[in-house]
């Protein structure tokens, strides 16, 4: 018999967000982020200097923090521009990866690609705090999109359905199932028979069920899954329901995959996104340290002692090689960099520093003529998943309703399928994302692309990957000496956090750093 247990382990395996939620929480993403408002720098030494490595996000506040509470303040930049991974990339722009290929952007103007960051959690506080207090305008990104498309070759004939549709299906059928379970006295804790009543009640509601709790086409569960016929007016304005897809190809399409996607913590609705490209969130930061900062400085070398901190770089278009010394140093450059400079930080730092990998993740930006997933598809925001190495594409939050171009993300690729787009050419890349694209709107992705662009965080010079991931044995092991003040150094970015790969965490990150690095200068 099955036991109570075992069957909601099993609605789990196949559901997959009570473990996804649990796994999430054990490795520090998915609770509530620690932000308590601006640190208490006050007291600070007068003259005291402070070199900051990397114009990230978290190098910035920590320049901006530090300079406000009174210490000089000095950053080196290893690119022309701030903001590291907080980036948009438009018309006009440039950019080479790692093996020298160049790609000019030609996006139309007012359309852009976010290589990094794309959307802004509404529980990230120190972030939308900062948005706020240096002007950064915001608008909602549009999350969760019941009319996008989910796909996987080996459902449904290998043809894209609606996620409604499949999602719909799912839920219909795990609620028939369990409401069987409860009739046949399957769950090994009792239940009174008001409880059954209640649970029964909650299924058939939550699964679109009929009255003998099975999951049909009716009008019931059309107004879950969509209609064949929506309703209308005059002769014909009764509305016709859609027949639900085998419950075979519903589990083969992996569909529970993209709906605990939209449970996870870090993604539920609502979200953010900046007007004008999630690179106005560098920009704005930029502004308050602009005078701060030493752009085209490749760190080679850092070297710490009683008298300081020694910094040395060279300028990236002359090769000239600079010291520039300081009391303390908050280094903010990405671990896979970190780890090839030459320094004399503690051995079990060093150690930390070399130990967390970082992902890959590829990015494609395309331009098509006209905005068709919105006027032939009605879909306005929101994202289509693949089984296919594009993994999704996502339709833009901004323009709507208008004509002319827009730009949708034609890729967000991890794991094999982003190490296989990122060893292509950037054309390659277009041409596989334009491939795999065609899926979900046969007849018009080809016909209406103009341009894109494609960036393979791999092949980003100054990252050499996505971001920081730890698992929970490198995090007990390491985690705790990487983020500790060393001496007169200590390290800020998302990989000193507990909310890798978001901005939020390497604010937080920054913020706590700095705090610490002040308590060791005032002990000093």
């Keep these: 018999m099955t036991t109570r247990r075992q069957l909601l382990t099993a609605i789990g395996m196949m559901g997959g967000t009570a473990a996804l ?4 929480t054990t490795m520090g993403h998915a609770s509530e982020t620690q932000y308590k408002g601006a640190p208490d720098l006050s007291g600070a030494r007068s003259g005291a200097s402070v070199l900051v490595l990397g114009s990230g996000l978290a190098g910035m506040l920590a320049a901006y923090e530090l300079s406000k509470a009174g210490y000089k303040v000095r950053i080196l930049e290893y690119q022309n521009r701030a903001g590291g991974r907080n980036w948009s990339l438009y018309g006009g722009d440039t950019y080479t990866e790692l093996g020298g290929a160049t790609q000019k952007v030609g996006f139309a103007q007012g359309h852009y690609l976010n290589p990094g960051p794309w959307r802004i959690p509404h529980h990230h506080r120190t972030l939308l705090h900062y948005c706020k207090a240096f002007g950064v305008a915001l608008e909602p990104f549009i999350q969760f999109n019941h009319s996008g498309y989910v ?3 080996d459902a449904f004939g290998g043809k894209p359905v609606r996620y409604r549709e499949a999602a719909a299906d799912f839920e219909g059928n795990v609620a028939e199932l369990l409401g069987k ?8 804790a009792q239940l009174t028979s008001e409880d059954k009543d209640k649970l029964k009640e909650a299924l058939r509601g939550w699964g679109m069920l009929d009255q003998d709790m099975k999951y049909k086409a009716n009008l019931f569960s059309a107004e879950h899954r969509g209609y064949d016929r929506p309703p209308g007016g005059g002769v014909d304005g009764a509305p016709i329901a859609s027949q639900p897809f085998p419950f075979r190809d519903v589990v083969s399409s992996q569909i529970w995959k993209n709906m605990a996607f939209f449970m996870n913590h870090e993604m539920q609705t609502t979200m953010f996104q900046p007007v004008g490209g999630m690179g106005m969130i560098g920009k704005a930061f930029a502004r308050q340290v602009q005078t701060m900062i030493t752009f085209n400085a490749k760190v080679t070398k850092i070297h710490q002692d009683k008298a300081g901190v020694t910094v040395t770089y ?4 002359s090769g000239s090689v600079t010291e520039a010394t300081s009391d303390y140093c908050v280094c903010a450059i990405p671990l896979g960099v970190l780890n090839q400079i030459e320094n004399n930080l503690a051995p079990a730092k060093k150690s930390a520093i070399a130990a967390v990998p970082y992902s890959n993740s590829v990015k494609i930006g395309l331009q098509m003529a006209r905005r068709f997933w919105e006027t032939d598809d009605y879909i306005y925001g929101g994202h289509s998943f693949t089984s296919q190495d594009i993994a999704l594409i996502s339709y833009p939050n901004y323009h709507l309703f208008e004509d002319g171009p827009g730009v949708l993300l034609g890729a967000f690729a991890s794991g094999a399928g ?18 795999q694209g065609s899926v979900f709107h046969p007849g018009t992705y080809r016909k209406e692309f103009q341009t894109g662009a494609s960036v393979a965080w791999s092949r980003v010079p100054w990252t050499m ?5 730890w698992n929970e044995e490198t995090r007990k092991t390491h985690y705790q000496e990487l983020v500790k003040v060393d001496d007169r150094v200590v390290l800020a970015g998302e990989h000193a956090s507990y909310v890798g790969c978001w901005m939020e965490g390497a604010l937080l990150s920054s913020l706590d750093a700095i705090s610490r690095l002040h308590k060791r200068a005032l002990e000093a």
């Design 21 to 24: 939620y649990q796994a999430m």
């Design 151 to 153: 796909h996987n070759a």
């Design 181 to 188: 379970a409860i009739d046949q006295k399957a769950l090994d």
């Design 314 to 317: 060279a300028d990236t278009a």
């Design 418 to 435: 982003a190490y296989r787009l990122a060893g292509m050419t950037p054309e390659q890349r277009i041409e596989a994302a334009l491939a």
């Design 465 to 469: 990957g996505c971001c920081a991931r």
